[in-house]
């Protein structure tokens, strides 16, 4: 099931003096951007990109930018329709010629899909860049009344009349079109997945699944996908060990199952959400990043990174806490958040609001 990385026990000691170097480096690099140049914030070199980014508002929500050779990439556009402005202003950065190679929509929840289903007098992204390829669920749950749902169905299909090239998921496995080229040595694969043809009680699991790869380095999202799925995603496609996984589903305890970490075993993990907002549960361990999706990721890394804090859900106040999260894959592999490159088990909020699994004391 899992290869790469068969270098690892020689050369670990120095490699992890490298790690060190390079983070404080990039803490140096992610501090002066902040204290200096906000503006200055835009990385020029790596070969991938990979940005999580803060949605400006209080909900969990996914948007996630990748500049992969010359293609610009966004997975999903939550978490609400006013968060289009800022992915334009911060997705402007980088694309300079207003063309997203590659949409990918995970699936027909608001925080994902948002930004992509406006009403007809709002800019969608779509109204804002000219798309080449629109990749989506094959399924949903939402009635082609609903509001946002026909929405993004107008908005797809006016790109789609524009020029760009629709595939669902399905469509990408069953036409044996899922493995995109990005660039040398750079890929997307369209992960196979039992949901993109089978009904689930959740739309979650509709979840349309990808891995970018960079040679030997791999780079996992899979949206919202729960356990259930998980598993299955496991049989289903050969998934290598990973160096960046995008928490599932928040970090939420319904997602990152042992049967999916055991088999990837992720370095880096990034959580798109409002830490310990209670907008789904009151129950704190249940708020996001839950207390067993520490426990589960624990084991395999530390290097967990969350964008956004709740500071009063009911006043809307939030802020960041590693702010926009971003890896840059070039010789290295480096992290860079616009906020500050804290861990999570080192913020306050860890401190307050869990319990430190063994494996993180
Ligand atoms: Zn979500």
Partial sequence: MAEKKGFRAAVAIPLMLVCFLIGVAAGFIGAAYLTYNESSDVFTDGDVQIHFLELGNKYAGDCIYIKAGDNDILIDAGSRTGSVPTIKNYVDQYCEDGVLEYVIVTH???????????S???DSIFDLYETEVIIDFSMTNQKSTSYMYSNYIRERQDEIDAGAVHYTAAQCIESGKSVFELGDGISMTILDSYYYYNESDTENDYSVCCLITHGDRNFLFTGDLEEDGEERLVEMNDLPEVDLYKAGHHGSKTSSSQALLQVIKPDYVAVTCCAGSPEYTDTAANQFPTQQFIDYIAPYTDKVYVT????DYDSGE?????GNIVFISGTTLEVVCSANNTLLKDTDWFAEARICPDAWK
């Fill in 108 to 118: 027909a929840h608001q925080d994902h899909y948002a930004g992509f289903a406006t």
């Fill in 120 to 122: 007809e007098n709002e």
């Fill in 308 to 311: 956004t804090l709740c500071v």
């Fill in 318 to 322: 939030y802020t960041s806490m590693n």
